[in-house]
């Protein structure tokens, strides 16, 4: 059987959720199936040491702006793949439609951010949307992921598909053996992700700074913008001294099975990728009921629990959740099972599926 040419479009290999995304799917779509190709803006990253030998990468370079959309409709032009899958460059579509090849242009869109946050000039609002229209399928990490897209981008149910997040278990747990442990006398608490308004850090520690009755302990592991303003927040909430800001780790899942309980204080997501492998690597799980993805993963009381973005929800759940080991053990372990439900092989599987049913 001859073997389906996919391109897979990404700005690059940083260390974020989507990029990890898209390195677990292209290492691991089957190479009997599938000739594989990555096309980035900048081939660099923290997971760049990750990725595959054998996958083809073409990288823009130094071109911008319409050199590097005519540079990247050149590329399609030449591989003629069947697939082009999207992920963060929504424009990318509109190369895949100029090259006349007959491609079809899928783009996985990975967030459900309020219109008001949406700081984009008239010009790539325009292009964006273009983009989305253009495509072929959307992919939704989630379900309401997919109503978001349907309602911002005024698309058919139909054109939505629905796959979630994939989880490589094994290698997490793996990784998560590393030797670290911390003093057992403070309630190791972890937050993970860029250090931006998003993911609302400056919640977590106002939170913090009013918990009472726990001997807590924060890690945050992640680099971004908010760096310095969260840290003087810290300082200014009297609270430095317990808050070890950690930048970002190559293996963070030694970190999660050390803590005590896992932190999402995000104001939206798509499907958070950190609360699925906090949940792999064995670490009780509070995430905010946030647009979208961690009321599709938590059933509250039994893998994890869920409050409001808000200092007080926040305040009152680590409250709880810090005073009793027995309810964190019970949740890490509900976690553990809950889990299964996103492992590699079985979304690579309904990936797979995806993609054949393009053609």
Not at 212 to 238: F, H, T
Not at 249 to 278: H, K
Request: charge should be positive; proline fraction near 4%.
């Amino acid at each position: 059987m001859e073997k389906i040419k996919i391109l897979m479009v990404i700005p690059s290999l940083e260390g974020g959720g989507a990029e990890r995304v898209m390195l677990n799917l292209i290492n691991h779509l089957s190479r009997d199936r599938f000739d594989l190709y990555l096309y980035v803006e900048r081939f660099q990253g923290k997971y760049v040491a990750e990725l595959r030998d054998d996958v083809t990468v073409i990288c823009a370079e130094d071109r911008r702006g319409v050199a590097r959309l005519l540079f990247l409709r050149k590329q399609i032009k030449r591989l003629k793949p069947k697939v082009v899958f999207i992920m963060m460059l929504p424009i990318a579509s509109i190369a895949v439609r100029l090259a006349f090849v007959g491609a079809h242009p899928v783009i996985r869109e990975t967030e459900s951010r309020p219109a008001e946050q949406v700081k984009q000039g008239l010009f790539p609002r325009i292009l964006n949307r273009l983009g989305m229209q253009l495509a072929s399928q959307l992919v939704a990490p989630a379900a309401a992921a997919k109503t978001y897209l349907q309602e911002r981008y005024n698309v058919s149910a139909d054109k939505v598909t629905v796959i979630n997040n994939p989880v490589n278990i094994k290698a997490i747990q793996g990784a998560a053996a590393a030797p670290l442990e911390f003093s057992p006398k403070d309630v190791n608490l972890l937050a993970v992700g860029r250090l931006k308004y998003q993911k609302g850090f400056d919640l977590l520690l106002e939170a913090l700074k009013k918990v009472k009755g726990v001997n807590w302990r924060l890690r945050i592991l992640g680099n971004g913008p908010l760096e310095m303003e969260l840290k003087d927040q810290a300082s200014a909430c009297g609270i430095e001294q317990r808050v070890e800001f950690m930048g970002f780790q190559q293996n963070p899942y030694a970190v999660m099975r050390a803590s005590d309980l896992f932190i999402l204080s995000s104001r939206w997501e798509g499907l958070p990728n950190v609360v699925l492998e906090a949940m792999a690597a064995g670490v009780a799980v509070l995430a905010t009921r946030c647009p979208t993805g961690p009321e599709e993963i938590i059933t509250p009381g039994v893998d994890g629990e869920l409050c409001e973005i808000a200092v007080d929800s926040l305040t009152e759940h680590i409250e709880k959740l810090g005073a009793s080991s027995s309810l964190r053990k019970k949740l890490a372990e509900g976690g553990t099972k809950r889990i299964a439900d996103f492992d590699l092989s079985c979304i690579i599987d309904k990936y797979e599926l995806f993609f054949l049913s393009l053609l």
